[in-house]
């Protein structure tokens, strides 16, 4: 008897190209450009040692509001954060201007 496993084995891989170049073509992707309107806000941070240097430097990327409606943190804790801004989020903050905010921010909110 004929073994015909090794010639349906052939035929399959022989035919299996064939039938995929034989499959209609997907729907090229359509990508449509949206527009959306961010929200202002004139808000700034409260006047204080470091505030400019907050305004300046904090503001491009997040509002007041936001930043003021943060729970309190430590000193240990704002630091991190600012630094995680700069290093992480590629944040375009001056070395020298990062103690500055530190201070301001934790001096804004002090923790008990």
Not at 86 to 106: G, M, R, S
Request: hydrophobic share 45%; with cysteine; net charge negative.
């Amino acid at each position: 008897m004929i073994d015909i496993r090794p010639a349906a084995l052939i035929a399959a891989l022989i035919l299996s190209p064939l039938v995929a170049l034989a499959a209609p073509a997907p729907e090229p992707m359509r990508f449509t450009s949206q527009s959306i309107e961010m929200p202002t806000s004139d808000r700034i941070f409260p006047d204080g040692p470091g505030a400019e240097a907050v305004n300046n430097n904090c503001l491009a990327c997040h509002s007041a509001g936001m930043v003021l409606t943060q729970p309190k943190l430590t000193k240990a804790q704002w630091t991190e954060t600012v630094n995680k801004m700069v290093h992480v989020y590629k944040a375009p903050v001056d070395q020298a201007d990062v103690q500055t905010i530190v201070d301001y921010l934790t001096a804004l909110k002090p923790t008990p």
